[in-house]
Structures are given as C-alpha cells and as structure tokens.
C-alpha cells in the first residue's frame, strides 16, 4: 500500500494537535506545537532536554512554507517556565497569522533543521509495520487507515 499524497492530522481539542487548522481564508494550513527535543551527546556534553516553540506553515495543498522555532529554554533551568515560554510565543505567533480555523489539515512530506534539530513529517514505511509516516520530534506516528488518528 502506497502512501497518500497528503497526511490528515486530525484536530483535537485541549490535547497534543490542538493548535492545528487553516488561515489566510483558508488559504493555508499550519501546525503549531509545544514540544521537547533532546540535543546529541558529545564527549563533552551531556543531552539535554530543550524546550521549543514551533510553527510549520503550508499551502492549501499541503506543501511546506516554512517553519518556525524558538528555543524556550532547557528542562534542567526549569521545565514549567520553559514549557509557558514556548505557549506564550507560540500564542504569540498563531495571533500574527489573523483569523484561524482549529480544524484538521492535511499535509505533504516535509523536513527541515532548525537550532540543531530536525522538524519533519517523515515516510517511515518498513516491512514490520508497513506504511507509516512520523511527525518528529513529537513521535507522532500515522498509519492506515489515514483517518488523521496517530499514536505517541
């Protein structure tokens, strides 16, 4: 089975896609989220827990636009106030795209590198589980029947 063209991503209130819908008149789609992405360990640092805001922006047909990030802050300098700074200046950002529609939307493979670390909505088809695509750094994972669920 092949995968579709575009990933639905289904809109859930007051859970981990609610800050997903259309703007621009529905002329485009975003994808905001809050989320932690750990850093690489080297010889001489240790990994850390970093904390970002970030915003993906498409087209009406789901191709990528552009993406956001902003680095909050770091779990081991305070999770809580890292994890308010990235609400406020992902609110922030939402608010600077005008009107917006919480709703699902529906995108196109995607994948950039931003502070260090991958954003993407990846193919990660295998013979195990078959067709699958993965939203990283959430680890969101989607599979058939492509109805927009995922699992964590």
Known sequence: MALPKRIRIRY?????????????GGRKQFMGFVLASHTKRTRSAPVRKQWF???????????????EAWHAGDTEDGEDEAIDRARDKLDEWVAALGKVAR???????FSVELHGHRFALEDTSDAERGPSVTLWPNDFFFAPPWNGNYST
Not at 12 to 24: L, P, S, V
């Open 103 to 109: 709703k699902d939307v529906r995108i196109k493979l």
């Open 12 to 24: 859930e209130t007051d859970y981990f896609t609610d800050t997903i819908g259309t703007f621009d």
């Open 53 to 67: 805001a970030v915003l993906h922006t498409f087209d009406k047909d789901g191709s990528h636009l552009g993406s």
